[in-house]
């Protein structure tokens, strides 16, 4: 059971715009920043998103994100073929000493 | 080129102890905590710890806390994670990533991962 939640899946057509939600408490995503990580099949995971809406230099501005509260999301413009992977948030959680956390993953599918 | 490199894959028998590698370049291996994650088969990402190299401060989640011992080498830009006792449960993929700060999951960038399998 991951300390953050988000949907198993999620799904879209060329050219549509989808939304992964990843909801926290108050200990994680309500007092820390959000960074997000796609992961292509068989590969390591790559950083998308940091400091809840920023992106590294190579990541096109189709990715976006997004923190309310105690829940962040991260949005897919323009949907293409080379967006299916895995998608997964994490931030830091201030309980048990502090540590990090992840979401379960959001597989993304483009049909 | 900023890049962490890992030692290769790793085949171990239940009770056998392992130590696997990341070798930092192209940055102050000093200056930034490394962390490890791990992903077994089909699952999801887990934090599994870091260390800050400078001064080998070391901090674990409790779900690995005892299990696992995180170190590094700092005249050679390199960390480890070891294993005394090795179980089944432990195969997986564990990566080791750059994390930008103490309380920040900014991870950038990513080695290519080590693949640990235990099996008697």
Not at chain 1, 6 to 26: K, Y
Not at chain 1, 65 to 91: F, M, N, P, R, V
Not at chain 2, 72 to 86: F, G, P, V
């Amino acid at each position: 059971q991951s300390v953050l939640t988000q949907p198993p899946s999620a799904s879209g057509t060329p050219g549509q715009r989808v939304t992964i939600s990843c909801s926290g408490s108050s200990s994680n995503i309500g007092g820390n920043t959000v960074n997000w990580y796609q992961q292509l099949p068989g590969t390591a995971p790559k950083l998308l998103i940091y400091n809840n809406n920023q992106r590294p230099s190579g990541v096109p501005d189709r990715f976006s994100g997004s923190k309310s509260g105690t829940s962040a999301s991260l949005a897919i413009s323009g949907l293409q073929s080379e967006d299916e992977a895995d998608y997964y948030c994490a931030t830091w959680d201030d309980s048990l000493n502090g540590r990090g956390v992840f979401g379960g993953g959001t597989k993304l599918t483009v049909l | 080129e900023v890049q962490l490199v890992q030692s290769g894959a790793e085949v171990k028998k239940p009770g056998d102890s392992l130590r696997i590698s990341c070798k930092g370049s192209g940055f102050s291996f000093i200056s930034y905590w490394i962390a490890w994650v791990r992903q077994v088969p089909g699952k999801g990402l887990e934090w599994m710890g870091i260390i800050y190299p400078g001064d080998s401060d070391t901090r674990y989640s409790p779900s690995f806390q005892g299990h696992v011992t995180i170190s590094a080498d700092k005249s050679i830009s390199t960390a480890y994670l070891q294993w005394s006792s090795l179980k089944a449960s432990d195969t997986a993929m564990y990566y080791c990533a750059r994390q930008h700060s103490t309380y920040e999951c900014w991870f950038d960038p990513w080695g290519q991962g080590t693949l640990v399998t235990v099996s008697s």
